[in-house]
């Protein structure tokens, strides 16, 4: 628990720190700020830029700044869009189920996926296997999952054509349309995460697999699926969930770039609208809560760790 | 995709790991293992590709032609694009974006990164906190994110690009760096140097650089990968390289409005992309077992 908790502090301060930065970078802006609050080409006169300005509470000084946008957003409130008023709250929450949702899936698939095929390639003594496990292994790491998506549109549209629909289906009021939206997206954004999955659970099977313990269990006869999953696979799950948990950063970018490729509205989506158009606001607050995201991902693969390794639960 | 964090777990060295070898050996390490000539292969091509190009590139690459969306055949080996522009002087000259991309912004994560993490772990205390909980600050986006967050700021060209992917890349470096001179401030040789009044930085440059070499090498090569692919990405996004400068994640994302039409021109940008990547993460993988059989990762 101890440990559990010195994380989370931990969390804290950096998620302060990248609040700071976030800041900071916006800040940095070139050009007038009110001007592109307004959006006009043209000259602002100065009683308008001031009426622009102390509305945004950008009249303030910066640390005073700062603090507001802290506690607003501790509040819930992430500010109001440049563009068309309305709360960056309600936009972003309603966005975020759908990139929750691809997430968990693509884990859920690549880490079934990568078990399954790691755990073969670390006990398959054939050839063939071996050399198939590495060539996923390796175009896994290199082939970009944007690219792939775009493949598997071009693949779905010649041979069932079928294309990317316009409009998006939510998981409550239409669960099959949307799981059917969903099934290219997890594909690309699975081949990635599977294959360093596979990578992972092969080697760590392969060195677990040479330990004592699994000799003594072989010589009292313990059958080798239990070896397998009940000693071996707990075993090397430690580095396993260390790699899911390093590639999770990778899988939320992915997720910016499919979500946009498939034209699904999802946070990384409305991040991406939120650069086109320069709503900051939006882009400020996107930006947040994917690094709140990351950072709770990150906590919750420390907490499973205490939970597979007893060893660290008593430091 | 791939991390790229080369892991390297703080060892014990008590030799230089980076033992000085010949080219013959270097050769005789890299024949050994079949993957790592393939990434050198890969590697050197596309180096050659991109300094050769105006003489491989059968047309300028603005060149344009008026038949559009040509399929590949005679004269146009790749057909053309949208704006029948040929399909290979354009890949042709997008290894030079690539490459370009991906030297200058490793060279900027080098100089940023490697510098904090030596002098993090040199002088540790304080320092070292400071140095790394601002790392952690970096590290704790997703690096696309950041890389959108940093562009969206600078306004959206190659060399912000550039500079963004240089940014968010530079905390692996401090971390690739700071465990192993940990362990090398901590030699007597160090120490010896010091007793006689050499100078910190002249410590850190002459006498730690080259001996925590092994590691760096081997994160250089790997955030090349990433680098190109990052950069493919915001370019993909219209947030790096603008039209209508050559680049693979550029052609890829404006092909997708004609890829029913002709799926030619969504296919072959990807591919040159994974190329370039998978050339560059064999070429690691390969260097990090010759240079540092102790620290092996996946």
């Given amino acids: ?315 | 995709m791939f991390d790229g964090v080369a892991q390297s777990k703080p060892i014990v060295i008590h030799e230089p790991t980076a033992r000085r070898r010949t080219l013959a050996q270097w050769g005789r390490a890299v024949r050994q293992s079949p993957a790592t000539m393939i990434g050198a292969v890969l590697v050197i091509g596309l180096v050659l590709v991109a300094l050769a190009a105006p003489l491989i590139a059968p047309y300028p690459p603005a060149a344009q032609i008026d038949l559009p969306l040509l399929r590949p055949g005679q004269g146009y080996w790749l057909g053309t694009d949208e704006f029948g522009r040929d399909e290979l002087s354009r890949l042709v000259y997008g290894a030079r974006v690539s490459l370009y991309v991906g030297f200058l912004s490793v060279t900027i994560a080098l100089a940023l990164g490697a510098t904090s993490g030596i002098v993090a772990g040199y002088y540790g205390g304080h320092i070292d906190n400071v140095i790394m909980r601002l790392m952690d600050v970096l590290f704790s986006l997703p690096a696309i994110v950041l890389a959108i967050a940093i562009t969206a700021i600078l306004g959206p060209s190659l060399t912000n690009a550039l500079i963004a992917i240089g940014l968010v890349y530079a905390p692996r470096f401090a971390r690739v760096t700071r465990g192993p001179t940990l362990t090398v401030a901590q030699l007597p040789y160090i120490e010896a140097a010091r007793t006689i009044g050499v100078s910190n930085r002249t410590i850190m440059l002459r006498h730690v650089l080259p001996n925590i070499s092994a590691p760096l090498i081997v994160q250089i090569t790997i955030s090349l990968s990433t680098a190109i692919l990052t950069e493919a990405a915001l370019s993909f996004l219209g947030l790096g390289t603008q039209p209508p400068t050559p680049s693979w994640g550029l052609m890829l994302s404006t092909a997708r409005q004609y890829m029913l039409l002709d799926a030619w021109i969504a296919v072959l940008p990807g591919a040159a992309i994974a190329l370039a990547v998978l050339g560059f993460n064999l070429l690691g993988d390969g260097l990090r077992d010759i240079l540092d059989p102790r620290i092996r990762t996946l």
């Fill in chain 1, 1 to 315: 628990m101890h440990h559990v908790i010195r994380r989370l502090v931990a969390t804290i301060v950096t998620l302060f720190g990248v609040s700071i930065l976030i800041f900071g970078l916006v800040r940095l802006l070139p050009g007038d700020i009110a001007t592109i609050i307004a959006g006009s080409e043209g000259q602002l006169s100065a009683e308008q830029r001031e009426a622009v300005l102390r509305e945004f509470g950008l009249d303030r000084s910066l640390p005073v700044q700062y603090g507001l946008w802290i506690w607003n957003m501790v509040q819930g409130n992430f500010g109001w869009s440049f563009r068309n008023g309305e709360p960056v709250a309600t936009l972003l929450f309603s966005r975020l189920p759908l990139t929750i949702e691809l997430a968990v899936l693509s884990v859920a698939l690549s880490s079934v996926f990568g078990l399954i095929f790691g755990v073969i390639a670390s006990i398959s003594q054939r050839k063939g296997v071996k050399l198939g496990t590495q060539v996923f292994g390796l175009l896994g790491l290199s082939v970009p999952d944007f690219w792939i998506g775009v493949l598997l549109i071009i693949a779905a549209s010649q041979i069932f054509h079928w294309l990317p629909p316009l409009t998006y289906a939510t998981l409550w009021k239409q669960p099959l349309a949307n799981l059917q939206q969903m099934v290219l997206p997890v594909l690309a954004l699975s081949f990635g995460l599977g294959a360093v999955t596979m990578r992972m659970t092969r080697s760590s099977m392969l060195e677990v697999l040479g330990e004592e313990f699994v000799k003594v269990g072989r010589a009292k006869g313990l059958s080798e699926s239990a070896i397998l999953l009940r000693y071996a696979l707990r075993n090397a799950f430690i580095p396993i969930v260390t790699i899911l948990g390093l590639q999770m950063g990778v899988l939320l970018g992915g997720v910016v770039i499919i979500e946009q490729v498939f034209g699904l509205p999802g946070l990384g989506w409305t991040l991406l609208n939120g650069v086109y158009q320069r709503d900051y606001p939006v882009v400020q607050g996107a930006v947040m809560l994917f690094a709140v995201g990351f950072a709770l991902v990150n906590l919750l693969v420390d907490i499973v760790y205490t939970y597979l390794d007893p060893r660290i639960r008593h430091v």
